[in-house]
């Protein structure tokens, strides 16, 4: 019956192992850090990094189905231990199909600082219309308890206070901790998870040399953004008809 | 039919897929950023790189040909959306033979903070007898209407109102926005490309030791850029007869 | 003889040339700096890298052996000159089972800052509760006799005089000269000098943006070192039981 | 005749063949940039690095051999247009054996700032007890007349007006220019290039967290160089006779 559901599954499993390879590639999780995850919402499964597990010696088969609650299914290994975060994500915003979570050296400073980025060039204004967020720091208790679920929470509370669109805004700043990004699938959301960090890189050498980290013009912003995104959008190869089909 | 275009084109269209694969290769263009363009001046033929095709992916056939116009010749794919960008650079200077648009770090970064660059040492003069020019920022008429052609144009505008040569002044950052560069054709635009980035990340290390950017003397500038440039020139392997002969 | 013993020390002479490879690859010993040795405590045998070879060339039988107090046994080449350094730190704590010591070049130029680095996010917390710690500076006769070993003893000196437990505070930086780190196992060692480098590179882009280096609060600090070790851990794939069992 | 001189010279054309592609592995030398040279004192001949040549393609017939006034003898190309800054160091030092040249970043950032770099860690005692020093500008006419000369005669200036010692003293930085080197033979050389770069890159980030640049006591730097050269010398495998003899 395991195999019957992974057999189902196998498309998003690969998607999901895929992923979690790249991420280790682009070099955004050294060692075990970091993590990847899509749901399968039609199905209600969810594939997600083991936990503690060496990126070059994931299999497919290590790939861990849980169902929208978290429980294991038809899987050896535990899941990531941040999984409720993920949860969270999911059960918030139908239009996110898969959340990454890594400690790339750039963003998890800048996640360290509190530091929001706003707009600093067409770059940013490329993959998102919205500064980069921070959330706000937790309380004692929901560090204590249920950490990983508030670590979500607090994710999705940042987003809904701001009246973001999750499609707009593919990544934000956990205060203290590190990054998460996400996307339609696997494959969208570690390339949001790329271009976070390549973003706080470059604000960092923008503001040594500035001093300070100011928007670009917003109709500059929306140019870029809509060129790529939404259905005026005329990048890539492929007619756009939602947003966030980039081709 | 598109078959004798391609065929006779064989040449420029290897050299814009080479220049590609450097490109990324070099590390300058994460993704699916960036582009390089080559114009065939006898043919009126421009080859440039697909929109939105990832590096590793990108085939010989795939670079797309169009006329000086920008309409689409004998080929399948859309051209890149900055096209319009290199066609305004092709139209005022004669001399420039290719063109390459990056998002490499460090000089984004120096674009994002508008900040010019003077000639900070040799390895610059080397390359360039002037700074590293900033365009203006552009209106919100020219953002919202043929942004990419308006783009191209505030760099023939800074160049002219410099009273530059584009054979000495070989890249410039577009304000907000990222760096671009030229040469006689795709191998040499890259390679003026790789070069913009290191100076600016050494100009990078060179403001924090110092706290300020300052230029060398005009005398040194001329010996480095000469002795490698000109009739004069004596680095490299070849007679040296035009400017921008390097071997 | 010397063939019985190395025989029997098989296990940690591969697990410290394994250790030495990955020191290097993950690029925290340029040329031949850096050192990483292991202890076979019922045999008394420490097992530790050669002095001045090149990382590429140390094969399995270079790997040299001493007995607690320094002696070469079986072994054709000399030990890292450093060697003192590891058994100051075997001989004061029973749970260093390996030492591992880089030029890393953050962690490093935190050394010659002589800058402590609080727990600036949950990268930190998850490996250790503590600071980075700085050793106090040597006296001029510390340094003219015994260097080596008393580098060692003033890490030791530290390590009590805050009272740290070894397990818990797996690095520190030795004052004007670099980092330390240390684990059960030669793998362990390594892993905490990549984690440490790491956390320096971070500490660094943080400062540069914040002004400051800020700890972030106790509560956060033991919830994400205490879900990845000790009795209560629940991150990875194996039944965690004594400390620093990460799997 | 050529193939008999060549043939005379093979280890010395070999050793300058590999210290060159050495250099680009090492990252040092982006493009066409530096140069490596060394010199047969009995013979009165330099082997050195064609001009303008890419690292990859240079084959060991590629290296061009000179006299000692700089006369090409016995080779196809030309040499690199930096060899008479080369034969000034050869001319004035004959412990020197070996010269290189790069414009490696965090070095030419240096030069660029004319920032001396003093003793900041035990790092730089291991290769050199005196300070990174900078020489001084070229006055006009120096630049315009026998350029590369001058640029070899004012580090050589420098060298002699301080009263260092090549063998202690195995790396400079040209004012507004870049980084030199030297060594025994030209893997030295390169290795002393390799370490002046990393130096620099940590004297960079020391800067950034401590806010000055301050030397470590002369006694520790005292130790660390003479526990790897000179005769009381103690690390490595090799027993050391001569100054800088590092196994």
């Not at 899509?38 to 997600?48: H, T």
């Not at 204004?125 to 004692?140: E, L, Q, R």
Request: proline share 5%; hydrophobic share 40%.
């Amino acid at each position: 019956m395991h195999g019957t559901i992974r057999a189902k599954m196998k498309k998003v499993i690969e998607s999901v192992w895929r992923a979690n390879l790249k991420l280790n590639e682009a070099g955004l999780t050294p060692l075990t850090w970091g993590n990847a995850s899509q749901i399968d919402r039609a199905r209600g499964l969810i594939a997600i990094k083991p936990s503690g597990v060496t990126y070059e010696k994931i299999k497919k088969e290590d790939i861990v189905l849980t169902d929208t609650s978290g429980t294991i299914i038809a899987s050896r290994l535990r899941p990531s231990s941040d999984l409720a975060s993920h949860l969270a994500l999911y059960h918030a915003f139908p239009s996110v199909g898969a959340v990454v979570h890594t400690h790339s050296a750039f963003a998890t400073a800048f996640a360290q600082a509190c530091l929001p980025v706003p707009c600093l060039g067409t770059t940013h204004a490329d993959y998102s219309p919205c500064p980069i967020h921070v959330t706000d720091p937790m309380t004692p208790s929901q560090i204590r308890t249920d950490y990983e679920r508030h670590t979500g929470e607090m994710i999705v509370k940042k987003i809904r206070q701001l009246k973001l669109v999750t499609t707009q805004c593919p990544f934000i700043l956990a205060a203290q901790h590190g990054p998460f990004a996400w996307g339609k699938d696997a494959a969208e959301a570690v390339e949001n998870a790329i271009v976070l960090e390549y973003l706080c890189k470059m604000a960092f050498v923008t503001y040594v040399m500035k001093g300070k980290l100011k928007s670009i013009p917003q109709v500059l912003i929306d140019k870029h953004f809509f060129r790529k995104h939404g259905i005026h959008a005329y990048y890539g190869q492929q007619k756009v008809k939602g947003r966030f089909k980039i081709s």
